[in-house]
């Protein structure tokens, strides 16, 4: 363990120099700093101390106790898309700052992916998921088979620190610069690149369908021109752009409580909920603050359709890693109602963007010519209302609605009823585009 190397820095180091290694004073002047805690800082700081007496620094990385994909046995082909008899065949795409990235291509059970003919569309997945989020449910109820069987040429993106995805050139999933990394990369590498592979592969414009993260990532990199001229049409549902009216107790409370900072000054970097020190931390959050019953719809607002019987094969994929600088980038969304890229501080943004502060993505600049499609719910806790509306106003375009009022953040995904409900109205979207 790294232990305090002077007692000259503050009165905190003075007292626990030779007994707290730095990160966990690092951690308390975090918590000491924030507004409304001191009654609260005994038992968070007993909470962390008490994991520093039994782990070991490695310990710190926030690695995953996940299967790592190391055969193509372990692949979403043979594991979800195959037994269900459909062909799937896996490429690999690297992006300009060095991840491997896994894309999956899905034909229809009579299809034949060496011949197939009709329009690629890009399924996007959200946050602590990945490709598989797509063919969870059964063959008609699962969007990406419903695709498939409708003759849609469907790749699957995985982003960077996945399971599926979790390659480097040179770094390993172990180093801290491995997550460097938030939203604004996912937009502006990992989906431009697969965007590049299958136009390149197919030579045609894509479709792309997002949920949740998968919105902020498409609607940031469509304010690029050399990505929009990609893409045919977007259909996005639960679309995020701005957050400053998330209303998730649980969210909420991690916002407040500045998790972000607190497994910074941890010294974690990836964020995986499959960890222990993850799981104790936000079971500590939860505890007499957010009733975490059901966790989901803690996070997520009430889900009315969502299907609780399957919930442990659901855990046998999800939750997928991220990073800790995404979940921040998120936070700072919320705290200041922008939908910006990253904010480094005053200092390091002008360093990084000549500004002192981050540069907005101009929803402005997405060309009105491109076909939009949204679906949003009343009950979605994180994709609110009001600021879908907000998105709604600065778009040039007027994009086809499908508001549900009673459907919540995961019934887009994961709803029994999604397919009549959602996906129809979809595919009559994706059809009525500009194929021709």
């Known amino acids: ?239 995020i752009s701005y957050l400053e009216h998330v209303s998730a107790p649980l969210v909420l409370r991690m916002v407040a409580m500045h998790l972000d900072q607190m497994v910074l000054a941890l010294g974690i970097h990836q964020l995986n909920f499959r960890s222990d020190v993850l799981v104790n931390l936000v079971e500590s959050l939860c505890d007499g603050h957010v009733d975490c019953t059901d966790f989901l719809t803690s996070i997520t607002g009430q889900n009315c359709c969502f299907n609780k019987t399957r919930m442990d094969f659901y855990l046998e994929y999800e939750p997928h890693p991220s990073s800790v600088k995404n979940l921040r980038h998120l936070f700072q969304m919320i705290r200041q109602g922008t939908f910006s890229q990253y904010d480094y501080g005053i200092w390091k943004n002008i360093l990084m963007y000549g500004r002192l502060k981050p540069p907005a993505f101009d929803l402005n600049s997405i060309p009105k010519s491109l076909p939009l499609w949204m679906s949003y719910g009343g009950n979605d806790a994180l994709a609110d209302i009001m600021d879908v509306q907000r998105t709604l106003e600065e778009l040039l375009s007027k994009p086809e609605l499908l508001y549900l009022e009673n459907y919540g953040h995961m019934d887009f995904l994961l709803s029994i009823k999604a397919n009549r409900d959602v996906y129809d109205n979809m595919i009559g979207f994706l059809r009525g585009g500009k194929l021709g």
Request: charged residues 20%.
């Open 1 to 239: 363990m790294e232990y305090c190397s002077t007692r000259k820095v503050n009165r905190e180091c003075e007292v626990w120099c030779g007994v707290v290694p730095s990160r966990f004073l690092n951690l308390y002047s975090v918590l000491r700093d924030m507004e409304k805690l001191p009654a609260l800082l005994p038992p968070f700081l007993i909470f962390f101390l008490s994991f520093s007496l039994s782990l070991s620094d490695g310990d710190f990385t926030g690695n995953s106790s996940y299967p790592v994909q190391s055969s193509p046995a372990d692949s979403l082909c043979a594991q979800l898309i195959e037994p269900n008899g459909y062909s799937c065949t896996e490429h690999t795409v690297q992006t300009k700052d060095g991840y491997i990235l896994a894309l999956h291509r899905v034909s229809s059970r009579s299809g034949d992916l060496r011949v197939q003919q009709s329009h690629p569309v890009l399924l996007q997945h959200g946050l602590f998921m990945a490709g598989d989020a797509w063919f969870l449910d059964s063959t008609d109820r699962s969007l990406g088979f419903i695709l498939a069987d409708q003759g849609f040429d469907v790749w699957v993106g995985n982003v960077r620190g996945t399971r599926w995805s979790r390659g480097h050139v040179s770094l390993s999933e172990t180093e801290k610069e491995f997550w460097e990394w938030s939203w604004q990369e996912l937009a502006l590498y990992d989906l431009a690149e697969m965007l590049h592979y299958i136009n390149s592969v197919t030579s045609l414009k894509i479709f792309i369908v997002g949920h949740s993260q998968g919105t902020i990532m498409s609607l940031a990199a469509l304010t690029q021109p050399d990505i929009v001229e990609m893409v045919e049409a977007a259909a996005l549902l639960s679309p």
